[in-house]
């Protein structure tokens, strides 16, 4: 059960919001002032908070500070319910923080809608952002946007041929990708041209976002695995999506924190790792970033050389050791395919 903290001055509208709210299944606490507030939402951690402006002790104002410069409150979705209509104070509120604005009077169905808004953004941003058609487009449509087509609807689809370059090191970056179809690798070179492969991409996941967020170059280069087909999404329309929705702003935020730990941990299984652990490490990334469903028969499809650069040996030494799970039945090869036929081993092996 949610708790909501209803934090209102006038008796009868708090009772008569508290009543609405239990009645649809919520957990209610009440307080009479924003001084009162501020200490149940201390006490209580409330999920979503709906509090009045104009109140003695402290205002909504002041509530709304109070709460965001507490770390265990500062991301709770909260709601302004007030009487006052100027255009002013609505903006004063949003711009502090505020979710949302209920101007009274209200009918509950005003209110519920208002709630469930509320808890279903703040559930989505407890979740990871898998960049799938399905979790996207939940998470865009609690934002305002119907569904992934009303960014990428009436765009260029771009169609690659494999081992086409999608975009360079060193540019800068004017569009936001999206995968509809194949895979890509992003990698950097060195001085003496070894590369190395430092993400994969599939069908559902965002290419480029890491230039855009940051506002600077490309620090790799994305070249296509196989014939693919990526959406193109102008940056104009991203810097918009980004400053008009902070939800979907903290999702690739966090998304971009993910990219910078994966990263960070491969790196250092690169650096400290033994042969197999690489490879080991290598097939059981590929595997886990590629396969749909973990009852479908998958076969690692992607050439030694870009597997030794996943791996971050060299191909001659992947090849060796390819060879060699295969006669521990670690693998199987057919037809240059590579299918994992003891996973819980090779598992075991990076521990």
Known sequence: MKKILIIEDNEDIRSNTAEILELSNYQVIVAENGKVGVIKALETKPDLIICDIMMPELDGYGVLHTI????????????????????????RG?????????????????LLNAVSSRMKKIELLKKDLNADPGGVKELL???GIKDLEAITSDRNINRYKKKQIVYSEGNHPNRLYYVLKGKVKAYKTNED?????????????????VALLEKSTYKDSAETLEDTELAIIPREDFDELIDKNPEVARKFIQLLARNISE????LLKLAYSSLRKKVADALLMIQAKYRKTADEPFYIDISRENLATVAGTATESLIRTLSDFRSEKLIDILEGRIVILNQRKLENMLN
């Open 68 to 91: 965001q410069r507490n770390e265990t409150l500062k991301n709770t979705p909260f709601i302004f319910l007030t009487a006052k209509t100027e255009r002013a104070d609505q903006r």
């Open 94 to 110: 949003m711009e502090m923080g505020a979710d949302d604005y209920i101007t009274k009077p209200f009918d509950g169905t005003e």
């Open 141 to 143: 449509a609690s934002s």
């Open 193 to 209: 041209g070894k590369e190395l492969i430092t993400e994969l991409f599939s069908k559902g996941d965002f290419v480029g976002h």
């Open 263 to 266: 990263k960070e941990n491969h």
